[in-house]
C-alpha cells in the first residue's frame, strides 16, 4: 500500500500547491493518470463506505495473497470459494489459503447440471467468496461483476460474506463510463451484477434486514498494476 499512499501525498502537495513530492515507485509511469487514478479510489473507497461497504485497500499484485489471508482472519471465514479471473492468478492465492487451513473451492469450468448444482450447493457452504470486478463507480461506491462459467452469478448472491478485487484503471467516474468501459458486446452477452453496498432489504415490516438477497459483508480491494 506504500505506492498508493505515495500517490495519496502527491495529489495532496499539488492541491496545497506545496513542494513537489517524492517521486513515485515506478518513474515511468505518467504522473497525471497515476493523480486521477487516486482521486477516483479516494472517492470510491469513501462512497463504499457510505453505503455499507468496507475498502479493504489499494496493493500490488504481491501483496495480494497476504491481505486476502488477513480479511479471512479477521472474519473467521474458513471456507472460501476462488472465483475464475483475468486481473489476478487465483492459483497462488487458493494455494497461500490453503496453507493457512482454509478449505479453497476454485470455480472451474461449465459442466452438465448435475456438476453446476454440486458447485452451487458447496457455494452455499462457504464463508467467503472471492471475485473479480470488471470494474467499480466511484461516484457511487458499486462494484460491477460479469458472470461466466469460471466466475459464476452466484459467488456475489450465496456467501454470507464477499471479497471483490478491481483493477485500479477499471475504476471509473459514473455509471456512463462504466457501462462505456464494460462494452455493449459484454452486456449483451454476459449477466452483470451492480452491486452497491451488502445487501439490505425493508419488505419485512419496513424493516431493513441485511444480507437478505446477497451478501452481509461487501470488501473491495484495489489491485494497483505491478508495472505502473
Known amino acids: 500500500m506504500g505506492a498508493f499512499v505515495r500517490i495519496l501525498a502527491s495529489v495532496k502537495t499539488a492541491l496545497e500547491g506545496g513542494a513537489r513530492a517524492e517521486p513515485l515507485e515506478h518513474p515511468a509511469a505518467s504522473a497525471a493518470p497515476a493523480a486521477q487514478r487516486a482521486e477516483l479510489i479516494s472517492s470510491f473507497a469513501r462512497e463504499l463506505d457510505a453505503v455499507g461497504g468496507q475498502f479493504a485497500g489499494a496493493i500490488t499484485p504481491d501483496e495480494l495473497a497476504a491481505r486476502v489471508i488477513e480479511i479471512s482472519d479477521r472474519i473467521g471465514a474458513l471456507t472460501v470459494v476462488v472465483g475464475g479471473d483475468n486481473s489476478f492468478d487465483s492459483e497462488p492465492l487458493a494455494s497461500a489459503l ?41 461516484s457511487t461506491g458499486t462494484i460491477a461483476v460479469t458472470a461466466t462459467p469460471l466466475r459464476p452469478g452466484v459467488l456475489t448472491l450465496i456467501p454470507p460474506a464477499v471479497l471483490a ?20 458486446q459484454t452486456i449483451a452477452n454476459h449477466r452483470v451484477a451492480f452491486i452497491t453496498g451488502p445487501s439490505r432489504t425493508a419488505d419485512i415490516e419496513k424493516l431493513i434486514v441485511v444480507g437478505v438477497h446477497g451478501p452481509k459483508q461487501l470488501h473491495v480491494l484495489v489491485l494497483w498494476p505491478q508495472d505502473d
Open 165 to 184: 478485487i478491481v483493477r485500479a484503471d477499471r475504476i471509473m467516474a459514473d455509471a456512463a463510463a462504466a457501462l462505456a468501459a464494460l462494452g455493449a
Open 98 to 138: 490453503e496453507q493457512r487451513g482454509r478449505d479453497v473451492i476454485q470455480c472451474g469450468t461449465a459442466g452438465n447440471d448435475a456438476v453446476r448444482h454440486a458447485l452451487i450447493e458447496r457455494i452455499a457452504r462457504a464463508d467467503l467468496g472471492i471475485v473479480e470486478a470488471q470494474c467499480a463507480i466511484a
